[in-house]
């Protein structure tokens, strides 16, 4: 049986804000069964070529908000769901974001529901090329 695709193939991209590249942003799924309000998301953890990303510079996408990865614990709106099956945007603040080529990215959600006694991790890696 072949894996779910995690990562959007198309998703890898830099970003750039008044013509500068100012990071880059990737989509990747929710690896919850049941999907979740943002409200228990507690981390997402990214290294990019070895290099581990400082958490203040992750931000995500979910229905058309951006939020902080500390913003998104506060939101209590149920509008504000990752589905299972559903790509989220992760934005990561990297001045001159990624070189062109080959890379690889590791990826960690961690996810805290209310009703389990611990937090759930899924790691998520690729290769993929800007």
Not at 18 to 25: D, H, I, L, Q, R
Not at 43 to 70: A, M, Q, W
Not at 85 to 106: D, F, Q, S
């Amino acid at each position: 049986m072949a894996g779910r695709q995690i990562y959007n193939p198309d998703g890898f991209k830099n970003t750039e804000n008044a013509g500068n590249v100012t990071g880059f942003e990737f989509q990747f799924k929710a690896q919850y069964y049941r999907g979740f309000t943002l409200s228990i998301l507690r981390d997402i953890k990214v290294n990019i070529d070895g290099e581990d990303i400082p958490r203040e510079n992750i931000s995500i996408k979910v229905n058309g908000e951006v939020f902080t990865l500390e913003e998104a614990r506060t939101v209590i709106d149920s509008d504000y769901r990752w589905e299972f099956g559903e790509y989220a945007t992760v934005y990561v603040k990297k001045e001159g974001g990624l070189a062109p080529g080959a890379h690889h990215i590791n990826a960690l959600q961690v996810i805290a529901p209310s009703y389990m006694p611990f937090q759930l991790e899924s790691v998520c890696e690729a290769d993929f090329e800007i």
